[in-house]
């Protein structure tokens, strides 16, 4: 099992353009918990779960920002070594946006 702690640069597709999201985790016993950083506020994360798949290492959460927007995401990425990708979504009537990223040395 891999850690996801680090400091990651994030870049989550919207439609209004990338943006770019720097997200620092912890890991304490298997317990994760974590922030996202942007230009205009940093937010905690919620809900905060990992677990293995045959993928690699797959960790959901959920976190409300209110810049540009009042919004409350739902992200669900798979991690490998340094690297991350999959998705967030606002509302099941929106499409996904597709989340990617990369772990700092």
């Given at each position: 099992?891999?850690?996801?702690?680090?400091?990651?640069?994030?870049?989550?597709?919207?439609?209004?353009?990338?943006?770019?999201?720097?997200?620092?985790?912890?890991?304490?016993?298997?317990?994760?918990?974590?922030?996202?950083?942007?230009?205009?506020?940093?937010?905690?994360?919620?809900?905060?779960?990992?677990?293995?798949?045959?993928?690699?290492?797959?960790?959901?959460?959920?976190?409300?920002?209110?810049?540009?927007?009042?919004?409350?995401?739902?992200?669900?990425?798979?991690?490998?070594?340094?690297?991350?990708?999959?998705?967030?979504?606002?509302?099941?009537?929106?499409?996904?946006?597709?989340v990617t990223?990369?772990?700092?040395?």
């Amino acid at each position: 099992m891999s850690s996801i702690a680090g400091t990651w640069d994030v870049t989550v597709k919207s439609p209004v353009g990338d943006l770019a999201v720097v997200y620092i985790f912890t890991d304490s016993a298997g317990t994760v918990a974590g922030t996202a950083s942007s230009e205009a506020e940093t937010v905690p994360l919620a809900n905060v779960v990992s677990k293995d798949t045959a993928e690699g290492r797959r960790l959901t959460w959920k976190q409300s920002v209110t810049k540009p927007a009042k919004l409350n995401l739902e992200f669900d990425v798979t991690f490998v070594g340094d690297t991350l990708s999959g998705h967030s979504k606002v509302s099941r009537l929106l499409p996904k946006i597709g989340v990617t990223g990369s772990r700092r040395a």
